[in-house]
């Protein structure tokens, strides 16, 4: 009997993941709940908000990328979209939002802090800032949960020779 190396177990499994998350199909609006499974897998979170249902599709850490498929009181996609984007974090309103809202509309954090000093929890999120710059977005909330700041830095998994460009943890940045 011929013994694998753990190593090419491991690369074998990375290469397996990686052909999964290319085959994903598209989701159109007015697919159903059902097509969607069928087309995304089984979501990473459900979240209700009245009478629309949100499947949350988390790709973090290193994906960088949620997506969220809002559907209607019928069942079917009224959007499906990548939602870790400046747009969606400017939308997110300080002193007013709730943990609850935040989760609405970017999805689950990467990472949960608690910060002692200022008596804050953080939620980081990984993202491509622009499209372009490896960077983290982080979420202040105070003891009550409502967000009173929030943080862009850049993702130092990504740094390479001082630059946020490339393609994943430790290289395959601009050089």
Request: charged share 25%; hydrophobic share 35%.
């Amino acid at each position: 009997m011929m013994k694998i190396p753990a190593k090419a177990i491991g690369i074998i499994g990375l290469a397996l993941c990686l052909g999964a998350c290319a085959i994903s199909k598209p989701v159109n609006v007015g697919d159903t709940e059902a097509q969607v499974i069928a087309a995304r897998g089984n979501p990473t979170s459900r979240y209700r908000v009245g009478n629309e249902q949100i499947l949350e599709y988390n790709r973090l850490p290193y994906g960088q990328e949620t997506y969220l498929a809002r559907l209607g009181p019928d069942g079917r996609v009224i959007s499906f979209e990548q939602v870790l984007t400046d747009e969606k974090f400017a939308a997110i309103r300080i002193n007013q939002d709730t943990k609850e809202d935040v989760l609405h509309l970017i999805g689950a954090p990467d990472e949960k802090t608690w910060l002692p000093l200022p008596r804050q929890e953080v939620w980081s999120y990984p993202y491509r800032e622009n499209g372009v710059w490896n960077s983290i977005m982080h979420v202040h909330f105070d003891e009550s949960g409502i967000v009173r700041r929030l943080e862009k830095t850049p993702d130092v998994r990504f740094l390479d020779r001082g630059n946020v460009l490339g393609g994943g943890p430790g290289g395959g940045g601009m050089r």
